[in-house]
């Protein structure tokens, strides 16, 4: 090991299909959900960090999976707040909306990302998936070690299994 790692994010994206990414079984649901969370980064980093409770002044803060449960960017950010034990004076809803409007114009990068990570995620959980084995066969005591196919890749790239024999 050299002191690199992958984060849990990339190794989350690596673990969907392209078809699944690109196609559903929701991406509406899955875009708006990254979209109010993007603008509600954009929210807590301009205004609203400094108002905070002194444990939560970090760059990011959890506010669990509210964007289901939210029929507007408005309600998921009031949501957020109370949450966060924020006061809702903080931001005016004129504000709120200005923010998911110039977020909303950056979609089109947004999904053209998305894409390109899709695209690379085989290719990321291959990586891991070698630097797996090597490590299995590095240790003393492994006398083989193997990928086994279990399913087809295009399915989901997790489809390999890492057999090993002392």
Same mark, same amino acid.
Request: hydrophobic residues 35%.
């Given at each position: 090991r050299r002191g690199k790692t992958l984060g849990r994010s990339v190794l989350n994206l690596a673990a969907n299909t392209n078809?699944?990414?690109a196609c559903g079984p929701d991406a509406d649901a899955s875009e708006v959900n990254n979209l109010?969370?993007?603008a509600f980064q954009v929210l807590w980093m301009e205004k609203l960090k400094k108002q905070a409770a002194p444990e939560l002044q970090q760059d990011k803060v959890v506010v669990g999976k509210i964007a289901q449960k939210s029929?507007?960017?408005?309600?998921?950010?009031? $949501?957020?707040?109370k949450?966060?034990? &924020?006061?809702?004076?903080l931001l005016s809803d004129l504000e709120i909306q200005e923010c998911f409007r110039l977020c909303l114009s950056k979609l089109s990068e947004y999904?053209?990302?998305?894409a390109l990570r899709s695209l690379l995620a085989r290719n990321v959980e291959s990586l891991v998936l070698v630097d797996r084995l090597c490590y299995l066969?590095?240790? $003393?005591?492994?006398?083989s070690?193997? &990928?086994v196919p279990l399913f087809e890749a295009r399915i989901?790239?997790?489809a390999f299994a890492m057999i090993a024999t002392r």
């Open positions: 078809h699944t990414t109010y969370r993007a029929s507007s960017f408005v309600e998921y950010v009031r $949501k957020a707040q949450r966060l034990d &924020l006061p809702l004076e999904r053209r990302l998305t066969l590095d240790i $003393k005591g492994v006398r070690a193997a &990928l989901s790239p997790r």
